[in-house]
């Protein structure tokens, strides 16, 4: 379970976000700009709020009052907008890079279907591919939480279906709290067992019914 | 053992090892943050490259003489004499190379998606990790051109040298200086040796970085 109320002066607008998800897709939707990065920045640990906290399964990620937690000891996997794999790791070696037990890694490259591709390297393989390397690479960490910034941005309709397809897929297998952020309204339906407005950084407080 | 030839190299290469640690190290700390007074601190760094030789090699001087600040510090706790030895020719080969080194390792490390480093984080791994499985494969071809540039601007060093190290034949005649040397005392024959030496070094290395970096620079690319 994540819980968040947070506020982070940014140049043009101050963010205000406050929800929490418990293992369900949640899906921030909004316009480019709108903070929906920095929020899933803050979670991550890779930039801090002003104030607020950021609470996952009892453990505080972030207080107003104590010492932000490393985002090493954050467990949580981030899926980021460019995937930004490893260029000069092979497929296998991208997604063992944080792994502890390579049984779940080799366990990973078969439900996400990519075993062909181990010894490749990122720029031998197309960019649907790249996307589910990314993911089980952010899976293999064994994470409590998932972080998705607009994984489909950049593939074609036909690929961002099956992605659809595979990412309700293992939402199933893996229980654990999904954020994922989008722009696309058609995506944040299709994927979203919750769907969070955001606009100018302004994210309505809400809580779990 | 003492040819200006073998102390060109043994001056170069330890002056390049010495740029090339104090290079990355520099490029880390201070080339992707944010401080107040960066921009003088980064004016210092590269100020040898514009300067003429002379200043450098007065400079260094007045630093390493034996009144000096630093020189009378090393004389008395170190027992080591820089100006007028081999140790002052690679201070001032440190100093001119040191720039180059700079100016291409902070260009190496962000010429790349500076996102995979956030992405190693989140993976759990530490800073130290990072730096040597991700920041510095990724930033080698980089780094290498920064290290061959140096070193070739290390071996070509003259007018600092000359300044603190001066011209010692056997410990401080670099090949450089010999063919200084050896033009002035009319000795046209030798100058024309080490001048097709020096000539065939520098140009070698520049081909060898050419073609090793047009090799390996497509293999880094996403």
């Not at chain 1, 929020?39 to 607020?52: K, S, V, W, Y």
Request: glycine fraction near 6%.
């Amino acid at each position: 379970m994540l819980s968040l109320t947070i506020k982070k002066k940014l140049p043009h607008f101050t963010l205000n976000a406050s929800f929490q998800a418990g293992n369900e897709t949640v899906v921030m939707y909004g316009p480019s700009g709108s903070g929906k990065t920095t929020i899933l920045n803050c979670i991550a640990g890779l930039t801090h709020p002003n104030e607020g906290e950021i609470k996952l399964n009892n453990r505080f990620l972030f207080h107003t009052n104590r010492n932000p937690l490393p985002v090493q000891k954050r467990k949580i996997g981030y899926l980021f907008q460019d995937y930004a794999l490893f260029p000069h790791m092979t497929v296998y070696k991208n997604i063992s890079y944080g792994a502890t037990d390579d049984q779940l890694v080799n366990k990973l490259l078969e439900v996400v279907g990519i075993k062909h591709l181990t010894s490749k390297y990122p720029r031998q393989i197309s960019g649907g591919e790249k996307q589910r390397v990314a993911l089980a690479r952010a899976l293999a960490t064994e994470p409590d939480l998932l972080l998705l910034d607009e994984p489909f941005s950049s593939l074609d309709q036909e690929t961002k279906n099956q992605c659809y397809q595979e990412l309700l897929r293992l939402r199933k297998l893996w229980e654990i709290p999904i954020i994922l952020v989008t722009h696309d309204w058609e995506e944040a339906k299709k994927l979203a067992d919750r769907i969070l407005p955001i606009e100018s950084g302004e994210l309505p407080f809400y809580t779990k019914d | 053992m003492n040819s200006p030839l073998f102390l060109s190299i043994k001056i170069a290469t330890i002056a390049t090892s010495i740029v090339f640690i104090l290079g990355v190290f520099f490029a880390r700390v201070i080339a992707r943050k944010k401080f107040p007074g960066k921009s003088f601190v980064e004016s210092v760094i590269l100020l040898p490259l514009v300067l003429p030789p002379t200043v450098v090699g007065f400079g260094l001087l007045y630093l390493f003489g034996k009144n000096g600040p630093l020189g009378s510090f090393l004389l008395q706790s170190f027992d080591i004499q820089v100006v007028f030895s081999w140790i002052g020719a690679v201070v001032a080969a440190v100093v001119v190379s040191f720039p180059l080194m700079y100016q291409s390792a902070s260009a190496a490390f962000q010429n790349y998606d500076q996102n995979v480093e956030n992405a190693a984080l989140t993976m759990g791994a530490s800073k130290w990790k990072i730096f040597f499985t991700i920041s510095f494969p990724l930033a080698w071809p980089g780094l290498l051109a920064g290290l061959v540039l140096s070193f070739a601007r290390a071996l070509g060093e003259f007018g600092a040298t000359l300044m603190i190290a001066g011209y010692i034949p056997g410990e401080t005649n670099t090949i450089p200086l010999a063919i200084y040397f050896a033009v002035e005392a009319g000795h046209m024959e030798q100058a024309r040796f080490w001048v097709l030496i020096i000539v065939s070094l520098g140009f070698s290395s520049v081909l060898w970085l050419n073609w090793w970096s047009k090799r390996n620079i497509l293999k880094f690319n996403q």
